[in-house]
């Protein structure tokens, strides 16, 4: 029986040429879980708000959107919010009590619910998400994961039948995302409720999904099971074909057809029976048949850009020979004297014109780190010297966002350039360009996607030609094809002797694309190293590839990698 039916709808953001989601047709089973998927901008967001009464856009709609044969928008405002659970992509912009167990009472008080029903759930909740031991703490101290697991033990205090969630692990790190997103699969599993999620992080959920749903363009493209999804992918050569998790994408690679397996325990079966048995030794056959050079190569070659960006001296490819640009020295730092050290003697040397990532868990001090670094924090202890010019890009895109349009946004950011009008409107253009973003010039930057709000603000902080780029999670939204874009970017501006410092939880990316990573853990660098050296043997901390066929290739980092190893494998045992 169908949850929720959507019948021919279509919609238009005011002063918007286009619309955002253009005869849209779906029905939702009750009690299925089914994942959104599609890049950046393609109507995801919009397409969910309109399931919930008090998030539907404002702007031109025709259609309609019926939970139960009945109209979202003329729901009663009270079953709406009780039946019909809404998880953001930023946890802060959904907290709105000062302590723990506040937040878990607020939705249940506003609904008047008496005070003993209000314990009696909110004891359950507590209990069912493991939150006793952080109970009676103040929001403000609790982690992304934490605040994003709260939000959803409050909706879910309010027992709702639907619950739809928008990226909500887009600022989670890895262990804190997975566990997340088990949560929501043992509610669904557990509770019957039906889950409807928009992610861009695949590679577990196309496990967990009965259903996925694929956007491009404001339309419905497709909608099936997971692994007959990954087969159209891969047989249209979609762009989200990057987005499928790693296991499908080796498979698709050596061999075109058949049941591709879907997570890693069938990825390693699937090698086990493919290898030769020399192979599945330990220790034997790794060098002969580690691949010389890959055969395949996603970096992007866009020529976008080039000339908006000042022209910096190359510095060449041997990183480390270089004076390091930035150089942490036995940093100390803590936010109040009550509270405890969050940086402890942290210290590091960055170098000139390499993309340097720095992983770890949530509230480790990562985003602390880098504000120490542009001085928005101050350091009680310890040194920090640098060479040129900061810029920062925030966790936070809106955090620079002061226009009404996404074209004067990019221009205020060259307000203090002394150059000509005519040089300015161009170098305006061609990061629209870069950015991908100049079919949304004239909308309001609050009006755009997450991932399309990171994007407006990347190119915003690059305008300003600094030496030394920092950013706070710069692919958190961004869709598995703009990523590639990206990584061109990064290469063209590395080229010009630009050093990029990231703070990230995409292991993937980071792993296919950094020079260098570091693992920061209780205020400082615990590890550090090139990539591939990195990233090897780790058993959570590595990418989906390495852990399906590391056993064997531990130097295979990217799914590339392990696919082409893979593919010379197979003809060996031939």
Known sequence: MAEIRINNLSFRYPQSDTFALKDVSLEIEKGSFNVLCGRSGCGKSTLLRHLKKNMMPYGEINGKVLYRDEPVHEMDDRKSAAEIGFVQQNPDNQLVTDKVW???????????????????????????????????????????????????????????EVLVLDEPTSQLDPIAAEDFLKTVYRINRDLGVTVIISEHRLETLFTMADNVIVMDGGRIIASDEPRKIGAYLIAENHPMFYGLPSVMKIYSHCFREGRSP??????????????????????????????????????????????????KDNTGNDLLKETPVLTLDNLYFRYSRESGDVLRGLSLEVYRGELFALL????????????CITGINKVQRGKITYTGKVGMLPQNPQALFTEITVEEELLEALYYEKVSDDERISRVEEMLSMM?????????????????????????????????????EPTKG?????????????????????????????????????????????????????????????????????????????????????ASWAEEAMKGKR
């Open 262 to 311: 879907l997570t890693v325990r069938e990825g390693r079966l699937w090698l086990e029976e493919i290898l030769p048995k020399e192979i599945l030794t330990p220790s034997k056959g790794r060098e002969d048949l580690t691949p010389s050079h890959h055969s395949l190569s996603w970096k992007s070659s866009s020529a976008h850009g080039d000339s908006v960006l000042k022209n």
């Open 102 to 160: 506040h937040e878990l009472a607020f939705g249940l008080e506003s609904l008047g619910f008496d005070n003993q029903v209000i314990k009696r759930r909110v004891a359950e909740m507590a209990s069912y998400f493991g939150i006793q031991g952080w109970f009676r703490a103040n929001v403000a101290e609790l982690s992304g994961g934490q605040k994003q697991l709260l939000n959803l033990a409050s909706i879910m205090a309010m027992q709702p």
């Open 478 to 562: 961004l869709d598995p094809f703009f990523k590639i874009t990206l990584a061109g970017v990064f290469d063209r501006l590395k080229e010009r002797g630009i050093t990029i410092f990231m703070v990230s939880h995409d292991i993937e990316f980071c792993a296919q694309y950094a020079d260098r990573c570091g693992m920061f853990f209780d205020g400082e660098i615990t590890s550090i190293g090139e990539t591939k050296e990195f990233f090897a043997g780790n058993s959570f901390y590595t990418t989906t590839a390495n852990r399906m066929a590391g056993k064997w290739y531990p130097e295979g980092i990217t799914w590339e990698e392990v």
């Open 360 to 371: 770890g868990g949530n509230g480790t001090g990562k985003s602390t780190t880098l504000k």
């Open 436 to 472: 991908e973003i100049e079919h949304l010039r004239k909308s309001h930057p609050y009006d755009l996607s997450g991932g399309e709000q990171q994007r407006l603000a990347l190119g915003k902080i690059l305008l300003l030609n600094p030496d030394i780029l920092l950013l706070d």
